[in-house]
Nanobody, 120 residues
Framework: EVQLVESGGGLVQPGGSLRLSCVAS????????MSWVRQAPGKGLEWVSG????????RYADSVKGRFTISRDNAKNTLYLQMNSLKPEDTAVYYC?????????????WGQGTQVTVSS
């Protein structure tokens, strides 16, 4: 059974940093691209970032480019999202999701999400 479990969310002041983690199990982690997707209160899903299965290529939404960094440790079956210079508009539930294959393919499994709140 595929499982994705996020952690690392919380309350942070504007300008602060957080690192999210997503531990994967039930599949060969190094075989799939991975993604972070978020949902702000009262809004739809917003794709944030993606990384190829080997970690050699990454993509970012314009809204987070230069502030967020996606990475992965295939030996630990873990995906990360380093978030710096956080803004109130980054407040959302952040989901880890697996690409069916490469970047841009369908997202077929999702975690339960972790809440990030940016507020003073």
């Amino acid at each position: 059974e595929v499982q994705l479990v996020e952690s690392g969310g919380g309350l942070v002041q504007p300008g602060g940093s957080l690192r999210l983690s997503c531990v994967a199990s039930g599949f060969t982690f190094s075989s799939n691209g991975m993604s972070w997707v978020r949902q702000a209160p009262g809004k739809g899903l917003e794709w944030v970032s993606g990384v190829t299965n080997g970690g050699g290529s990454t993509r970012y939404a314009d809204s987070v480019k230069g502030r967020f960094t996606i990475s992965r440790d295939n030996a630990k079956n873990t995906l990360y999202l380093q978030m710096n210079s956080l803004k109130p508009e980054d407040t959302a539930v952040y989901y880890c999701a697996r690409y069916y294959s490469g970047l841009g393919s369908a997202l077929d499994y999702w975690g339960q999400g972790t809440q990030v709140t940016v507020s003073s």
